[in-house]
Nanobody, 116 residues
Framework: VQLVESGGGLVQPGGSLRLSCAAS????????MSWYRQAPGKQRELVAA???????NYGDSVKGRFTIARDNAKNTAYLQMNSLKPEDTAVYYC???????????WGQGTQVTVSS
C-alpha cells in the first residue's frame, strides 16, 4: 500500500495550493480519506475528511477556505487550500481508513509553508 502526497511548497499569505494524494494497493473507492497536518511542536490535527460516500468534514480553522475532494477513477484525494495563512504552515499527511478491515494507512507527508 502506498499513499503519495504531492503539491506542497512555499506560498505567500492569501495564496492557494492544491495537494494530491495518490493511492495504490487499496480498493480506493471503499476507503474514507483524510488530510491531517502537524506543525512543529504541535499535535497532529485533522484538517479535512471525506467518506467513501462523499460526505465531508472540516477542522474549524479551515472551514470556508479548504475543500477536500476525491476522484475514485484516479485513486486520488485532493485538498484545495485557499486564502492560506502563516498558521497553516505544517507537514500535511494523507490518511486512508477502512474500519471494517481495521485498515489504516498514512502517506509520508508534504511540507506546506506560508510566508512572505
Amino acid at each position: 500500500v502506498q499513499l503519495v502526497e504531492s503539491g506542497g511548497g512555499l506560498v505567500q499569505p492569501g495564496g492557494s495550493l492544491r495537494l494530491s494524494c495518490a493511492a495504490s494497493g487499496i480498493t480506493f473507492r471503499f476507503y474514507d480519506m483524510s488530510w491531517y497536518r502537524q506543525a512543529p511542536g504541535k499535535q497532529r490535527e485533522l484538517v479535512a475528511a471525506i467518506t467513501n460516500g462523499g460526505i465531508t468534514n472540516y477542522g474549524d480553522s479551515v472551514k470556508g477556505r479548504f475543500t477536500i475532494a476525491r476522484d475514485n477513477a484516479k485513486n486520488t484525494a485532493y485538498l484545495q487550500m485557499n486564502s492560506l495563512k502563516p498558521e497553516d504552515t505544517a507537514v500535511y499527511y494523507c490518511n486512508s481508513i477502512r474500519r471494517e478491515l481495521r485498515a489504516d494507512y498514512w502517506g509520508q507527508g508534504t511540507q506546506v509553508t506560508v510566508s512572505s
